[in-house]
Nanobody, 120 residues
Framework: VQLVESGGGLVQPGGSLRLSCAAS????????MKWYRQAPGKERSSVAV????????NYADSVKGRFTISRDNAKNTVYLQMSNLKPEDTGVYYC??????????????WGQGTQVTVSS
C-alpha cells in the first residue's frame, strides 16, 4: 500500500498550489479520502474529506471557499487545490485513506506528507 503526495512547496501569500496523492495497493474507489495538515507545534487536523464517489465533501472552516478537494477514481488519485493561501496554511499536508463499516474504521492508510510553506 502506498499513498504518495506531491505538489508542495514555497508560495507567497495569495498564491495557489495543487497537491496530488497517488494511491496504490488497495481498492481506492472504496475508500473515503482526506487531507490533513500539521502546522509546526500543532496537532494534525483534518482539512478536507471526499467520499468514495465524490458526492459528499466537507472542509474545515478555515479553508472553506479557498480549498477544493477532488478525486479521480480512474487514476487512483486525490487532489487538493489550494488558492488564496495564507501564512497560517503552512504545514505538512498528509493524504489519508479510510474505510469504515458501521462507523468503525476497517482500514486506514497515510502518506508520508508534503511540505507547504506560505511566506513572502
Amino acid at each position: 500500500v502506498q499513498l504518495v503526495e506531491s505538489g508542495g512547496g514555497l508560495v507567497q501569500p495569495g498564491g495557489s498550489l495543487r497537491l496530488s496523492c497517488a494511491a496504490s495497493g488497495f481498492t481506492f474507489r472504496t475508500y473515503d479520502m482526506k487531507w490533513y495538515r500539521q502546522a509546526p507545534g500543532k496537532e494534525r487536523s483534518s482539512v478536507a474529506v471526499i467520499s468514495t464517489t465524490g458526492a459528499n465533501i466537507n472542509y474545515a472552516d478555515s479553508v472553506k471557499g479557498r480549498f477544493t478537494i477532488s478525486r479521480d477514481n480512474a487514476k487512483n488519485t486525490v487532489y487538493l487545490q489550494m488558492s488564496n493561501l495564507k501564512p497560517e496554511d503552512t504545514g505538512v499536508y498528509y493524504c489519508n485513506a479510510i474505510r469504515k463499516n458501521l462507523g468503525i474504521v476497517v482500514n486506514e492508510y497515510w502518506g508520508q506528507g508534503t511540505q507547504v510553506t506560505v511566506s513572502s
